[in-house]
């Protein structure tokens, strides 16, 4: 569905079959990888997720394709997602049983950063929505950074997908002019950042991190960032998995992870204590 064509804003939708349509189902705001550089909702892998995520936990997914850099940069893909939200907001055509009340923004890789970020603007309350309110979110080996090496980024520097020379590459094509990886965007708790602790709406959240990842340990520091701003989080880790293992549905992690995300839609409100 098209929300805005000269920016090539739209969204593939996935909808659960066989579920009786007086059961309200939450949604799913989807964000796909990529690096904010390329891969659509229409690449075979991401239809496969989305397909997954409404099958397996039983959601209305609602996967974005938002612009994409060095053509966009920042903060383009956040517009875009925070526009997405605005959108179904005012959307007549959702299926009947979407609970928009029971919304959740979710992302992996460069799409997870694009889902904290959304969920900011949502906090920030930057605009007054009527019907819909994100009430978690969720991070899949969110693609975060900054100046400072770490020891997962020189350990495993050469991995596939997300080596260094690559990470700083995408850095460089997403952030604005003159900036570096310190940038608020990529450094979410760094020295240019100003946290979430001000944030009394920031959803409860989900991150999902792999031991073969070298983003690793930037998701950890993330994870240890939003425990210490008083937030609502729980930390996943699977010690065997490479990054983006989840789009291989044959790996037992990826089954694991669906069935967490499962569980953590079934809470309503988040993350139950």
């Avoid at 959601?59 to 997602?81: F, H, M, W």
Wanted: glycine share 6%; net charge negative.
């Amino acid at each position: 569905m098209v929300i805005d064509s000269t920016k090539n804003l739209w969204f593939r939708l996935f909808v659960p079959i066989n579920v009786p349509k007086d059961t309200k189902l939450p949604v799913l705001v989807f964000f796909h990888g990529g690096g904010f550089t390329y891969f659509s909702p229409d690449l075979k892998e991401y239809d496969s997720l989305g397909r997954r995520f409404a099958l397996e936990a039983q959601t209305i997914v609602v996967s974005v394709n938002y612009r994409l850099a060095p053509e966009s940069k920042y903060p383009a893909q956040y517009e875009d997602g925070f526009d997405t939200l605005k959108y179904l907001d005012t959307m007549k055509d959702l299926p009947e049983n979407a609970d928009l009340k029971r919304c959740f923004v979710a992302g992996d890789s460069a799409g997870g950063n694009i889902a904290h970020h959304v969920a900011c603007k949502f906090a920030r309350k930057e605009h007054q929505f009527h019907d819909l309110n994100v009430i978690g979110l969720i991070s899949m080996q969110p693609f975060f950074g900054g100046e400072e090496r770490t020891e997962s980024e020189m350990r495993l520097k050469d991995v596939p997908f997300v080596a260094i020379d690559k990470t700083d590459w995408h850095w460089k094509a997403f952030l604005p002019e003159g900036e570096n990886r310190d940038h608020e965007a990529a450094n979410v708790f760094g020295p240019k950042s100003v946290g979430v602790s001000h944030l009394e709406d920031f959803p409860p959240t989900l991150v999902f991190v792999g031991g073969f990842d070298p983003l690793q340990d930037w998701q950890k520091l993330y994870y240890e960032g939003l425990k210490k701003s008083g937030k609502d989080v729980r930390l996943i880790e699977y010690p065997d998995t490479i990054h983006a293992f989840y789009v291989f549905p044959d790996l037992p992690q990826s089954s694991l992870l669906m069935a967490e995300v499962a569980e953590f839609l079934r809470s309503n409100d988040g993350i139950k204590s």
